[in-house]
């Protein structure tokens, strides 16, 4: 099993800027592709952001390139979402996720899933 531990999220003004934590555990954290996904009131859950095992790729969705940032630290055994530039229509709540070797962006591609953490952007 891999347990996947997120943190910060919040409430935060529209144009401010949020760094979300994924603390993992179980299972040697380098054998994971790592994603991040989010979900709105009513909507599907869709992809984010995710990084490879050694953090040489990173693939983002449209909606998110160029204002956030997916990162990840073997040595803590986490991964990282720097999100800039908030908008309203990113409020969401946002789940880490891990699937062992190579990561897609698909939602059923993903083993395992964190708790989720509520990130809310006020206009």
């Known amino acids: 099993q891999v347990q996947l531990v997120e943190s910060g999220g919040g409430l935060v003004q529209a144009g401010a800027s949020l760094r979300l934590s994924c603390a993992a555990s179980?299972?040697?954290?380098?054998?994971?592709?790592m994603g991040w996904f989010r979900q709105a009131p009513g909507k599907e859950r869709e992809f984010v952001a995710a990084?490879?095992?050694?953090?040489?790729?990173?693939d983002y969705a449209d909606s998110v390139t160029g204002r956030f940032a997916i990162s990840r630290d073997n040595a803590k055994d986490t991964v990282y979402l720097k999100m800039n530039s908030l908008k309203p229509e990113d409020t969401a709540i946002y789940y880490c996720?891990?699937?062992?070797?190579?990561?897609?962006?698909?939602?059923?591609?993903?083993?395992?899933w964190g708790q989720g953490t509520q990130v809310t952007v006020s206009s």
């Open positions: 990084i490879s095992r050694f953090g040489a790729s990173r």
């Open positions: 179980g299972r040697t954290f380098t054998d994971y592709t």
């Open positions: 996720a891990a699937v062992r070797g190579r990561g897609v962006q698909s939602v059923n591609g993903y083993e395992y």
